[in-house]
């Protein structure tokens, strides 16, 4: 059974940082585009970075860039998204997806995570 289980979410005040893991079982990470997106309570979901399965290249929307860093761990099966510098704006259920290629399109990933929330607040 193919299956996405974030972690790592929790309270961070304003500026802080956090390290969300994405863990895969039944099927190897490295085979899909993975992303992260978020959503925020009354927003639409959206997509805040994603790293290739062909060449490893990051993704990130502009309004991570320089704060968000993710990364790919094949032995563990598992991607991470480090952010720093967090805002309360980015309160938000943070949740991984795997799919064939990097898209900020949420109906371009086949498989999903059931997400952890980040909250941002001092």
């Known amino acids: 059974q193919l299956q996405l289980v974030e972690s790592g979410g929790g309270l961070v005040q304003p500026g802080g940082s956090l390290r969300l893991s994405c863990a895969a079982s039944g099927f190897t990470l490295d085979d899909y585009a993975i992303a992260w997106f978020r959503q925020a309570p009354g927003k639409e979901r959206e997509g805040v970075s994603c790293i290739s399965s062909a060449d490893g290249s990051a993704h990130y929307v502009d309004s991570v860039k320089g704060r968000f860093t993710i990364s790919r761990d094949n032995a563990k099966n598992t991607v991470y998204l480090q952010m720093s510098s967090l805002k309360p704006d980015e309160t938000a259920v943070y949740s991984c997806?795997?799919?064939?290629?990097?898209?900020?399109?949420?109906?371009?990933?086949?498989?999903w995570g059931k997400g952890t929330l980040v909250t941002v607040s001092s």
């Open positions: 997806a795997a799919g064939r290629f990097c898209t900020w399109y949420y109906y371009g990933f086949d498989y």
